[in-house]
């Protein structure tokens, strides 16, 4: 058993579907993501993973610390990147199963500050609260995959992120994204994690949580992000790569621009991934927004966001891969 979202892509009377592009223009955007990876390149700042660029067809200036990727290598990572994706749950029965045209909901991640539900008031979240926030998001229904809710604000922030997982497998049955911020939290998560798991035979076969690989715009791949993505293929942990633009401040003002440089950043990870592990399944992921000129600040809910998320969707359908979209 697993759980299935809905399926408004296919040819049928029922559901809504937003057709955002032409196959013919999907290929020019792609045609222009393959410039940018050859002409202009990526910063990568990880030792680790220069040498892995570097050693597979890539040319690296150590001056600049610019990476840029031949189309074929970036070509063989989308063959290579598993079109669909089985995001296992402790309890099995809660698997979801991310796949071409179907649809499911994730609460947004991870928020520094709350509404008590007692007094209304705004404060910092704590250890509690992101219990009870688990809680509440596996009893959900309409929930398909938890996301870490809360940012637990009484302990050290640079290993909150334990704490985070910890919550996770004591009140959640279903597959969990977590935001990891080093190697050394990831190994822990990751041992934690074989113990639910049953050993790491059980894990493997079943992982029961994923991370998340944020490019920074413009174009830059941070050593933390890099040496987590490559740590995270070795152990088998499954991976979403989530570039999170700003359009108007980090990308360009114009969306179709915008989407290319998105477009970039995400290939040129998903090489990396599939380097070291053939097959790692790796999900698309998007997190990039649009910029109030008048606070500077990322306007959620806006009808371009909306756009750009759609536009994501079908890119990632494109390329065939799953995707994860966000919301307004």
Same mark, same amino acid.
Request: aromatic share 6%; with cysteine; proline share 5%.
């Given at each position: 058993? #697993? @759980? &299935?979202?809905?399926? +408004? ?9 937003? !057709?955002? *592009? ?54 063989? #990572? @989308? &063959?290579?990147?598993? +079109? ?9 029965? !809660?698997? *979801? ?232």
């Amino acid at each position: 058993m #697993a @759980i &299935r979202g809905i399926h +408004p892509g296919l040819n049928q009377t029922a559901g809504i579907g937003l !057709k955002m *592009f032409s196959d013919d223009e999907l290929e020019k955007i792609h045609l222009a993501t393959l410039d940018v990876l050859w002409n202009v390149g990526v910063k990568v700042e990880s030792p680790q993973a220069v040498q892995i660029f570097d050693g597979s067809g890539c040319t690296f200036n150590k001056h600049s610390g610019i990476v840029k990727i031949p189309a074929h290598l970036v070509e063989d #990572a @989308i &063959r290579s990147c598993p +079109p669909t994706f089985r995001a296992c749950g402790r309890d099995a029965s !809660k698997d *979801f199963v991310c796949e071409r045209d179907r649809v499911g909901f994730v609460n947004f991640g991870e928020a520094p500050r709350m509404i008590d539900p007692e007094t209304r008031t705004l404060r910092k979240p704590k250890r509690k609260d992101v219990d009870q926030a688990t809680r509440f998001l596996d009893a959900l229904d309409q929930i398909s995959v938890f996301e870490r809710p809360l940012t637990p604000s009484d302990m050290n922030q640079n290993i909150a992120c334990l704490y985070n997982i910890k919550s996770f497998f004591e009140n959640c049955t279903k597959h969990g994204y977590i935001g990891i911020n080093s190697v050394e939290n990831l190994r822990t998560c990751y041992e934690m994690a074989k113990t639910v798991a049953g050993g790491a035979d059980k894990f493997r076969e079943r992982p029961i949580f994923s991370t998340t690989c944020d490019p920074i715009s413009p174009l830059l791949h941070s050593q933390e992000a890099c040496d987590i993505l490559i740590e995270s293929c070795n152990l088998g942990i499954p991976l979403k790569i989530n570039a999170m633009g700003l359009a108007g401040g980090t990308t360009c003002v114009n969306l179709a621009g915008t989407l290319v440089t998105h477009n970039a950043e995400i290939l040129s990870m998903m090489v990396l991934g599939q380097l070291v592990k053939k097959g790692h399944p790796m999900v698309y992921g998007t997190s990039t927004a649009i910029m109030d000129l008048k606070t500077a600040l990322a306007s959620i809910g806006c009808p371009e966001l909306g756009l750009f998320s759609a536009a994501i969707a079908k890119l990632a359908q494109f390329y065939q891969m799953p995707t994860w979209v966000a919301g307004g």
